[in-house]
């Protein structure tokens, strides 16, 4: 089974910045798509980022020009560069990996999360 590493994460006042990490346990061969999304207490998980197996970049409006989603293949990680942070950003914060694991057969993996937290 894969497991997601996700570390990076801190408390932070507001206007920093944090990188986010998520490490896979192995090499993934058919990974269809790799995300962040993000949970504060008594809401609703939200997609952050994602990053297509092509490289296609999608962003949530709260974040779009402040965030940035990117991978690097040959460590097998994800990262998000979070500038220009604001408390509304705080939150547990969860790397998401969809792979193909058989012909239009797909499997979500999660971390663990990361707590970010945005305070003065």
């Known amino acids: 089974q894969v497991q997601l590493v996700e570390s990076g994460g801190g408390s932070v006042q507001p206007g920093g910045s944090l990188r986010l990490s998520c490490a896979a346990s192995?090499?993934?061969?058919?990974?269809?798509?790799m995300g962040w999304y993000r949970q504060a207490p008594e809401k609703q998980r939200e997609l952050v980022a994602s990053?297509?197996?092509?490289?296609?970049?999608n962003y949530a409006d709260s974040v779009k020009g402040r965030f940035t989603i990117s991978r690097d293949n040959a460590q097998n990680t994800l990262y998000l560069q979070m500038n220009s942070l604001k408390p509304e950003d705080s939150a547990v914060y969860y790397c998401?990996?969809?792979?193909?694991?058989?012909?239009?057969?797909?499997?979500?993996?999660w971390g663990q999360g990361t707590q970010v937290t945005v305070s003065a």
């Open positions: 990053i297509s197996s092509g490289g296609n970049t």
């Open positions: 998401n990996l969809v792979a193909r694991v058989r012909f239009n057969t797909f499997q979500n993996y």
């Open positions: 192995e090499r993934i061969s058919s990974i269809n798509s």
